[in-house]
Structures are given as structure tokens and as C-alpha cells.
């Protein structure tokens, strides 16, 4: 299967990263102005969502966007193709809200290997000397600057699908994109708050919040969106939702893996970063099963459950326990068998018989499962 | 002139609140049944969210809206005006968003006489001893309930602009009231923690987050979208958009003196709330400026800056010492005076030489802006 990488010339499979970025930096550009127009104080303030959405991420969500464009026959290069463009943008100031709002709420200090916008904030304002509180503004802040991607996110979705005259058949996967992704964040919160000493219920807990946090929003929905902006047969939309669902699973326990033996070089995330913060993943919890069958391991599950989600916790010595078992192997059998699954859904034949997902994009989205599931970052 | 009363019989001139509050409900309980899909768990959260939406406020955004849509030749009744009742809910769900994340920045303990959302939900994980630390548990839910709410009002605003046909012409006003809402609440953070001594330059900041966090959001652009929505003359959109600024700003100014000055068994809200919050207003400025103008008064002056945004301010004292400047006459005779322009601009006349606004919608915002600037609460 040929597997372009990135940087070879744009064949129309691949979203163009360079219009892409375009239209991010045309459109920040103008919300800077119209920001700048209530007050040019603010524009230090927008600058930081700015550079966020502008310089970091993978970009994913707008490639799968594009690919369930293309699979659903939309063309690769023209002025439909420029809409979704404008809607691939939305994507990632969808993202920028989520991340925003998500670093305040897991007190995370750095993002992307730079403070989080939250205490970049407070830091201005502590070195300042202004504010009273300087971490309260630095929250106030980034909860203003999320609302602010919030609603520009939506806008651009609009300035993409209204040309398109797809607004009726997209709307609806917008509608439910945005609130499972929003009720995965609360579900994880009180999953988490909850802290459920059952190592099955903590399990199908995670497996939930990874389904709609980051599954759905993630892979599954931007695919479906696209579809939907092409008007694509149900077939071809049930094809990529199926792949979307399981990739989308595989590529946060990858996460999870990630988030306890990442390399924080590469991450950009502080070493066993998840274990810190106490987040309930599948990969803890299977561990926790397991210690728990066992009677001479009581003591390492004690000290599992007693260092998981202290902001000083020995991450080292928690990573060892977790490496102990075979969670791990566990964790990397699952991502394989959902990697299968998946990719056999983008095989399936339409009712018309021929295949639900045209071959240049079936092989993209093969590479990019490879790509979702096996990566250092 | 004809004054209605609440209660009177519908005229077509009054939105039906009867049906936005069904509209409302329906609504909400949609997004219940698509939150408990994701989890039964998160209904309880939700629920604080669409108690807050069903329950509160004055319905005030939703009254102008209708009235831009009367003045721009709308029906007030059949399907299209059915469709404008779900821009209307929109405006709802948007002042929802606003106030839930607005009393999160100000710590604001109580809202419409209950708890503030971020304390329910702190008071309520206190109650049941699950959350190492309630509070920001509390804050972190009332995040994602104002982001559910925001993401939820563009939904609405789709589902009643496209029928109409109406989404490209409504869109830009749609943008720019979400924009300058939100620039306007970082402008008053920026103000309120730069804490500006020169009185006038204080009273041009207070003017001009008046102008975008309550005048244009309040007022002027919701008549600006019900009239866009109906495709109005650019006449009539001006003689409205004049209107709402001045009306919007006078509304602003008379929130100030509650918010000093107003009963907390109306107003719902602790006596001199906006003393103890440090809110830097033009009713502050103007009583500032008196005070440093006259020599024998600077200690009143140091007091009033020594007690203004303290948690134990003496608010007492804070307010006699405002009340016994001209402050609280000038700022009610700029009211008059804005209500009075205001009021003008109705009367312009269009090109065609007919009103811009026609008489029984005139009346009908002449009430208004009685109503908004006169009242109590």
C-alpha cells in the first residue's frame, strides 16, 4: 500500500497543510482586528489563542474532515473544496476551546511543551504586578479566550457549509460532535471525582469517557462530517463511523500509554503526567484488576491507589507497578484488535456493490490508523 | 401612548412567552435526553444548566429580537415566526453561557437569589464528600455546562435561520454580537485588574465595556438580528441599532446604581455587590473625580479606594460616601438623557419618507425603554 509521508507533494488525499494554515491565520487575523476594535488592550490577550491554534497540533481532525469529504465524492481542489477548508479551520478552533478550558480544569501547567495558556496568563500578570490574584485572572482569561474559539469555531463551520449548501445536512452532525464532546469532558470529570474502586466498573468508565472525549469528537465525527458536507450515501457514512469509533478508541489507549511512559521530550508533557493528574484509564484500571486477583500484590495496589492523583506522587515507582503487569500488553492487544476492526469496516460494498469507501481514500485512512495508533506523541 | 401590561392579552407586539417557553423546554429536555445517552450520571449536572435556562431572567434579549423582527416586517405569527422564537431561545441559552462563566471570573456567590452553578455543584460534592476539592470541582462543571450552553445556542440560532432562508444575511450580526459580548467581559477583566486612578480614564473604560458587554449584546444587536432576520430596510436597521446603543448603555448605567445602590430582596443579589467585586463603573469614576477635585474630601476619596473590591468592605459606608456626591444625579440624568436620544432615533424617517420603525413596534420599544431603565431589579 503506498504510504505518502508528509511533505511529498499534495496529491488532493492529503488536506493541503498550507491552504489549511492559511485560512487559520486569515481568519485569526480577523478576529485580532475585530477584537483590537473594542480595545487594542485585548489583542495581548487574543495573541496567546492566536499562536495556540496557529503554531500547535497535528491537525488531525481537519484530515479526517477531509477524508470523509473525499470519500463521500467531494472534489479535492476548487471552491467547494475551499469550504471545507473554512470548516476544517472550525475544527481546530473547536479544539482550542477544549484544550483551554481542559488545562484549567486538570490544573495542567504546560501544553505542548509551553505553559498552558491558563498560567501563561498568570504569569504576565504576576510580573506585571497587576492583578490581584494573578492565577484567578490567568483562568478568567483562557475561560474567555475558550468561549471566544467557542463561538468563532461555529462561525467558521457556518462560512464552510453555507456555500456548500450543506448547512441542513451537516447541522446535525455538528449539533451532536460538540456535545459528546462536551459530555465526555463532564462524564470524565465525574468519573474521576467518583474514583470508582472497581476495577470493572473503573474500566467501562474509561472505555466510555475514551468513546466520547476523544473517539467520537476525534476521528468518528469529522469523518462523518465530511460525509455529510458531500452528501455521501449511507453506506460510506456508516463505513467510516464504524472505522471512526474503533481508531478513534485505539488512539486514546495509546494516549494512555503515552500519558504514563511517554517520553516527555516528545510529548511535551511532564514523565507518568496522567498518573499525577489521577486519570482513570483503561490501562490503570486493568492493572488494578489485576493486582487485585493477586494476594501478594496487595501491597503494590495499595501503593497504586494511594499515589495515583497526588500532585506528589513517585511517578517512577507507580510506572514500575503498572510495567509489572501486563495492563500494558493488554492495552497494545486491544489497539490491535481495534485497528483490525476498523480497518475491515473501510472494506465493506455499499448496496449499490461496489466499495463503501473509494480505494485513494480507503489506503489514506489506513495509513493514518497506523499513524493514530503507533505514535510517540 | 398604549402601554401594555404582563399578562395582557397577546397582541403579536409582546413575544409569546408562553411559547419561548416552550420552545425553551423542548429544547433543553432534547438535550437532557442527549446528555443521558452519553451518561445517566451527567443529568444531574445538566439539569442545574436547564433549571437556570427554564426558570431565570427577564427574557429581555428575546423582546428586542422580536421586536427587530416586527420593525423589519416579520410575522407574529405562523411558521416563520416559530422559526424566530428558536433564535430566541438561542439568545437564552447565550446569557446562560455568559452568566455561568461571568460568576466563575467574579466568585459571584449568588445568582437570581440561589447559589451561583459553580457553588451548587461545589456545595453539593462538599455535601456528598466526593471531590478532594469541591470547589474547583465546582468551577470545572460550570465550565462545561457554559460551553454545553454556548455550543447549544448556535444550534438554535441554525435551527431558526435556515428555514427562514435567512442564515447568510443573519450570520454576520449572529458573529459579531457573540464576538463583542465576550470581548467585552475580557475588557472588563483587563479593567478591572489594571484598577486605572485617573477618574476619567476610568469612566472611558466603564463607558466602553458598557457599550459592549451590556449595550450591543443586550440590546442593539439583538434588534439588529431580528431585523436581519427579516430582512429589513438599512433605515430601519440603523433607527434600531441607535436606539439599542443608547437604551443599552442607559440600562448599564442603571444596573450600576442597583448594583450600589438596589434592594437585594429585588435585586437578588447582596447590597452593594459591586463595591465588594471592585466593578470599576462611571458611577464610581463620576463620584472619584468629585472627591479628587475637592481638598477638603480626600479622605472620603482614600476611603472609598481603600474599601472598593476588598471581601470585607464596609459597603455601608462605601455607599454613603457615593451617595453623598453628585454622582448618583449625574449618572441619572445621563440615563435621561440617553433614553432621550434613544427614543429619537425611533422617529427617523426612511428613504422611501415612511418611519423606519413602524408606529406599533415604536410604542412598543418607547415601553421598553422605560422598562430597562427605570427598573428596580
Chains 1, 2 share one sequence.
Not at 7 to 33: K, M, S, Y
Not at 70 to 77: F, H, N, S, V
Not at 192 to 208: F, G, H, I, K, L
Request: proline content about 5%; charged content about 25%.
Amino acid at each position: 500500500m503506498n504510504r505518502p509521508e508528509p511533505g511529498l507533494p499534495h496529491t488532493g488525499r492529503v488536506i493541503d497543510a498550507d491552504r489549511l494554515h492559511a485560512v487559520i491565520t486569515a481568519e485569526l487575523a480577523r478576529r485580532r482586528a475585530d477584537v483590537a476594535a473594542v480595545d487594542p488592550r485585548l489583542v495581548a490577550d487574543v495573541e496567546l489563542l492566536v499562536e495556540f491554534v496557529t503554531d500547535g497540533g497535528k491537525r488531525l481532525r481537519p484530515q479526517f474532515l477531509w477524508c470523509g469529504w473525499l470519500a463521500g465524492g467531494g472534489a479535492a481542489t476548487g471552491p467547494d473544496a475551499d469550504a471545507v477548508l473554512q470548516v476544517a479551520a472550525a475544527l481546530e478552533l473547536l479544539q482550542a476551546c477544549a484544550l483551554l478550558h481542559d488545562d484549567i480544569i486538570d490544573r495542567s501547567q504546560r501544553r505542548r511543551g509551553r505553559p498552558s495558556t491558563h498560567r501563561a496568563v498568570a504569569k504576565r500578570a504576576a510580573d506585571a504586578g497587576v492583578a490581584a490574584d494573578p492565577e484567578h485572572h490567568g483562568v478568567s482569561v483562557a475561560i474567555l479566550l475558550g468561549d471566544l474559539a467557542l463561538a468563532w469555531c461555529d462561525d467558521l463551520f457556518l462560512a464552510g457549509a453555507l456555500p456548500l449548501g450543506a448547512a441542513h445536512r451537516a447541522a446535525p452532525v455538528w449539533r451532536a460532535m460538540r456535545t459528546e464532546v462536551l459530555a465526555g469532558q463532564l462524564l470524565d470529570l465525574a468519573v474521576t471525582v467518583s474514583a470508582e474502586a472497581d476495577p470493572a466498573t473503573q474500566e467501562r468508565d474509561a472505555m466510555r469517557v475514551n468513546r466520547y472525549k476523544t473517539a467520537a469528537y476525534t476521528i468518528e465525527r469529522p469523518l462523518h462530517l465530511g460525509a455529510a458536507l458531500a452528501g455521501a450515501a449511507p453506506a460510506t457514512i456508516a463505513a467510516l463511523r464504524t472505522y471512526g469509533t474503533d481508531i478513534g478508541v485505539a488512539f486514546q489507549l495509546r494516549d494512555d500509554l503515552l500519558g504514563v511512559f511517554g517520553d516527555p521530550a516528545v510529548t511535551g508533557k511532564p514523565a507518568g503526567d496522567d498518573l499525577v493528574e489521577g486519570k482513570q484509564t483503561v490501562l490503570l484500571a486493568l492493572a488494578r484488576a489485576e493486582l487485585g486477583r493477586a494476594p501478594d500484590r496487595v501491597g503494590e495496589l495499595a501503593d497504586l491507589d494511594a499515589g495515583v492523583g497526588r500532585a506528589d506522587a513517585d511517578t517512577e515507582k507507580l510506572t514500575a507497578i503498572i510495567a509489572g503487569t501486563g495492563a500494558v500488553g493488554a492495552v497494545e492487544r486491544r489497539i490491535a484488535e481495534l485497528v483490525g476492526t476498523g480497518l475491515a469496516a473501510l472494506s465493506s460494498i455499499g448496496p449499490d456493490g461496489r466499495s463503501a469507501v473509494p480505494d485513494p481514500v480507503h489506503e489514506r485512512l489506513a495509513d493514518m490508523a497506523v499513524a493514530a495508533t503507533a505514535r510517540r506523541r
